[in-house]
């Protein structure tokens, strides 16, 4: 059964550090996985897909990366700003039933 | 392009009363999610839909939840009665073409907060 992992579950930085948040699968055998992100009392918003096949997926000043032999993803947010605050989850597709499966996210507070 | 609309935002409903949610996906997308979040955790599928075929509502609580995708557009979920546990948010997300990991990419709407009373 597959299970995700995130870690840390809360972070709290100054403006302007370069940061990195963990996400951890239990089953290698993933079809991709999914960064989002979740501001309080909103929606997800998809950040980054990563396909099986490939290493990383770069968009502004995030970075995803995916080790698929460890079982690791990480997102790596350059600069943080205030802006940036909300919590990131990751989630894997695995299988041919395409079910989203969860992390429990990581709450990022980017302080001024 | 306009993103996956979903409404009402907030419904706040006494328990035992029926309630519906709404969701217009991208265009263009034929799978259609509907989940369900509570606070502090991930969201859960309830079902999914590709084109009008409901092809996954194994985690759907078929004794009060009902969805419907009548013409592979838009759709409906139901819960008829409703009871205290059922307040969370509800989400709909809508991807390309789950069948190509090119196109599988998942878009969430702003969510339904429901409050049962």
Redesign the interface.
């Known amino acids: 059964k597959q299970e995700v992992t995130q870690i840390p579950a809360a972070l709290s930085v100054p403006e302007g550090e370069n940061l990195v948040l963990n996400c951890s699968f239990t089953d290698s055998a993933i079809y991709n996985l999914q960064w989002f992100r979740q501001d309080p009392g909103k929606g997800l918003t998809s950040l980054l897909l990563i396909q099986s096949s490939q290493r990383e997926q770069t968009s502004g000043r995030l970075n995803a990366s995916l080790d698929k032999s460890s079982g690791r993803s990480t997102l790596y947010i350059a600069a943080s700003q205030p802006g940036d605050s909300a919590t990131y989850l990751c989630a894997v597709i695995t299988g041919n039933n395409r079910k989203l499966i969860w992390g429990l996210g990581t709450s990022l507070a980017v302080n001024p | 392009e306009a993103g996956v609309v ?1 409404s009402p935002r907030y419904k706040i409903i006494e328990k035992k009363q029926p309630v519906a949610f709404w969701c217009n996906p991208i265009s263009g997308h034929n ?1 259609l999610y509907w989940y369900l979040q509570n606070l ?4 859960e ?1 309830l079902i ?1 839909y590709e084109n009008e075929e409901a092809v ?1 509502d194994s985690q759907l609580p078929k004794d009060r939840f009902s969805a419907e995708r009548l013409k592979g557009v838009d759709s409906t979920l139901k819960i008829q009665p409703a009871e205290l546990g059922d307040s969370a948010v509800y ?1 709909c ?1 809508s991807s390309l073409d ?1 069948t190509d ?2 196109h ?8 339904t ?1 429901l409050t049962v009373l």
């Open positions: 979903q799978t502090g955790q991930g969201p599928l999914r996954d989400l997300a789950p990991r090119g599988n990419e998942q878009f969430f709407g702003p969510g907060r």
